[in-house]
């Protein structure tokens, strides 16, 4: 099976900032593949050069098999890649369904006669919502009464409607609770099931491990490793995470400062 999207060795620089270097990693068809890694680690870098907002300026950037470099984020989504950014592009006064087609709106009529048809994308939306287990009784109400979990899975709702293969979602459970994250990471995996590829970036080792299959560490650029689940546990996957030998040679020290 040709995956989804492949980076081989691939770099990025800032200038004379190096936020990437020699990364590779791989995202299935009905896999998550989990990027994890310190604030600087270059998760968003990564996933800024797969939605086709930066450039890779070293390696190999493949989509479905085929060597790409896109020069916009609409390149990208045109390939069916969908990224839900932290900052979640949405209009808060806007109603749940007109956010839902953000442009995209159905309308009845032609020429000067074209209206919205509020109806029906009203009715498409709570249908596309419905599908995804999410309930939302009133789609008229403005997005921005919504919690922050419910607007990512609007978010997800939206990319999984409008035929995504892929979907990135940066962070998506950073501001949240621990029950709102739960809903977020249910709706990861449904997405995951629908046959989406799904790349997860988070700094969470407790919020990726129950849904991914691959996690990508990364630090100051660098890959720290890849490892399929099968070959690593939750308590060495948040080891590695908080640094691991570093975080015990901080631990001698601070005895030493107690002592
Ligand atoms: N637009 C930019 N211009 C210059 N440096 C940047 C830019 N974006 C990110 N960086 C730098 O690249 C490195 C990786 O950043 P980033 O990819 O945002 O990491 P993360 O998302 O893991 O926190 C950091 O050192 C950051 O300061
Ligand atoms: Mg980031």
Request: glycine content about 12%; some cysteine.
């Amino acid at each position: 099976m040709t995956p989804l999207i492949e980076v081989k060795d691939i770099g990025k620089t800032y200038g004379s900032v190096i936020a990437l270097r020699d990364v590779s990693a791989v995202v299935n068809a009905g896999e998550v593949t989990c990027v994890l890694g310190d604030n600087g680690a270059g998760k968003s870098t990564l996933i800024k050069v797969l939605a086709g907002v930066h450039r890779h300026d070293q390696g190999q950037f493949l989509v479905e098999g085929e060597e790409i470099a896109f020069s916009s984020p609409r390149e990208a989504l045109d390939r069916g890649i969908a990224t839900v950014y932290q900052d979640l592009a949405v209009v808060p006064l806007m109603s749940v369904w007109r956010n839902f087609f953000l442009g995209s709106e159905p309308t009845v009529g032609f020429g000067p006669f074209k209206f919205l048809d509020r109806r029906k994308g009203r009715e498409i939306t709570r249908t596309a919502l419905a599908e995804m287990g999410i309930d939302l009784r009133d789609v008229e109400q403005p997005v921005g009464t919504l919690s922050g979990g419910e607007r990512q899975c609007v978010a997800i709702a939206r990319a999984v409607h409008f035929g995504a293969k892929v979907l990135i979602l940066d962070e998506p459970t950073a501001a949240l609770g621990v029950k709102q994250a739960g809903v977020v990471l249910k709706y990861v995996a449904q997405a995951r099931d629908r046959g989406l590829g799904v790349v997860l970036i988070t700094h969470n080792p407790h919020h990726a491990y129950p849904v991914g299959d691959r996690f990508l560490l990364l630090k100051r650029g660098r890959a720290l490793g890849c490892y399929e689940k099968s070959e690593i546990s939750l308590e060495e996957l948040t080891r590695q995470m908080a640094g691991g030998a570093e975080l015990e040679a901080l631990a001698h020290e601070l005895r030493g400062v107690a002592g």
